[in-house]
């Protein structure tokens, strides 16, 4: 029998407690004896939550292993506090077979340090003009419960009426990028006055809020589940909260960049700020903020999009479209939303867990921390200065020079521990 005992932990900054793990399951600590065979972590101080579940994440491989891999990718979430990420499908090649996903699932079963969960493409090859094997991928090993082509918008309205209505027989949810085609060709950033000052192509609110507001209604036409991925302006904000207010069945993320970055950085022509959609308005980033702290928002989600230096050591319109995420969103979250007081702590859980494992159908996040449920954990420094990223093959971090607190200090997954005093602990290659 493995048995850990955490001592001193604030659950969820609500109490302060014990709590025990043996074999892979948070036990009542009653019902282990402490003693030299149960390993004991001090978590004075610091505050468990549940392990983080990211539902939009680029770990690239198969086809960009050197920007990404699943081994690295899973082991910059770990860093982050994540014990699930789903693996976005814009792969090469992409993720769009049963056959392919699987086998990423496998390299994160391989890795051994998150649940890789692999997101299924939408459309054959990212395309967007026939519908991939969805069905074959939701009876594969890894049942996949989330579809997306993120990267490509599913356009044809039609088309996207088919996918709503098998995701709906497979109890899975369409994940949209949505950004309108023909009103982004060639853009950079944000659509606006500073845009013209630059002399950069405007991406325009309206492309992103077009999309949403189609959607929803296809959603509610056919009765499927449809989630927003990156929603990034306050007209993309009042589409989801009238859509919910009618009843309709979508749920919508944020990333943490568009909670705390704004257009003004692209004026440096750094690429490292280059992002899709891009970053918007301080106006936006305050509403989204309190899209958040409402509900509206359901979930933040960190769109994790490594990239390898050279595509990014260029001009800003030669970028790559991306930024890094995994390592830096539970700092960006604990900075721009529990330090103003706008969420608490149990509130970080419901957005950074819960919430999203609901959403992708992730089992053993519904009843968190309690005895029975896997201890998926992480234990974080609420005040304590947040970490470089260093876990990613990529650097192309865009906080440097930013003040985050919320150091993810040890996690554990399946009671494994992967983290420990904010390092990575070497599991070596094995299948879990």
């Keep these: ?32 004896a402490s003693s030299s065979r149960s390993r004991v972590v001090d978590a004075t101080g610091l505050v468990a939550l549940p392990g983080l579940v990211d539902l939009h994440t680029h770990l690239r491989q198969p086809g960009g292993e050197q920007a990404e891999t699943v081994l690295s990718g899973s082991r910059a979430a770990a860093l982050g506090g994540f014990t699930a990420v789903h693996a976005m499908a814009n792969t090469l090649p992409v993720a769009d077979t049963a056959e392919l996903v699987t086998q990423v699932w496998h390299w994160g079963r391989v890795a051994g ?59 899975a949810v369409i994940a949209q990028h949505a950004q309108d085609p023909r009103l982004t060709e060639g853009s950079q950033m944000n659509e606006g006055p500073l845009a013209a000052t630059l002399g950069l192509e405007g991406w325009p609110a309206v492309a992103e809020e077009s999309i949403i507001a189609r959607d929803v209604l296809l959603a509610e036409s056919v009765g499927a589940r449809i989630h927003i991925c990156h929603l990034s302006t306050a007209g993309s904000l009042e589409v989801v909260k009238w859509a919910k207010n009618r009843g ?148 192309n971090n865009p906080y440097r020079g930013q003040e985050l607190v919320g150091r993810v200090v040890h996690t554990f997954y399946s009671g494994t521990q992967t983290v420990t005093d904010s390092q990575l602990v070497e599991l070596g290659e094995r299948t879990r």
């Excluded at 029998?1 to 407690?17: F, H, N, P, Q, W």
């Excluded at 025990?20 to 019902?31: H, L, N, R």
């Excluded at 969960?117 to 054959?124: I, L, N």
């Excluded at 440096?268 to 308005?281: A, G, H, M, Q, S």
């Design 248 to 395: 309709i069945a979508v749920t919508a993320e944020v990333t943490p960049h568009h909670l705390l970055l704004t257009e003004d950085l692209v004026t440096t022509f750094d690429p490292v700020y280059k992002v899709n959609p891009p970053l918007r308005r301080t106006e936006d980033v305050l509403a989204l903020r309190e899209g958040v702290a409402s509900g509206v928002i359901d979930i933040v989600a960190t769109d994790h999009a490594p990239h390898p230096s050279q595509a990014k050591d260029c001009s800003f319109p030669e970028g790559a479209f991306g930024m890094l995420g995994l390592e830096s969103a539970l700092p960006v979250v604990m900075t721009t939303l529990v330090k103003p007081g706008l969420i608490t702590l149990r509130d970080v859980a419901r957005i950074m867990s819960t919430t999203p494992a609901h959403i992708g159908r992730v089992r053993g996040y519904g009843d968190p921390l309690m005895a029975g449920q896997p201890a998926h954990l992480t234990l974080v420094d609420p005040e304590g200065s947040a970490r470089e990223p260093h876990g990613s093959l990529s650097s």
């Design 113 to 171: 340090y998150v649940d890789v969960r692999p997101v299924g493409a939408v459309t054959k090859g990212l395309a967007g003009e026939a519908l991939a094997a969805l069905g074959s991928m939701a009876r594969s090993q890894p049942q996949v419960r989330v579809f997306s082509d993120d990267g490509k918008c599913v356009h044809d309205s039609a088309l996207m009426t088919r996918a709503l209505e098998q995701a709906r027989s497979l109890d």
């Design 1 to 32: 029998m493995k048995s850990t005992i955490i001592r001193g932990a604030s659950l969820m900054g609500e109490k302060v407690a014990d709590l025990a793990i043996v074999d892979g399951k948070f036990v009542e600590p009653t019902d282990i």
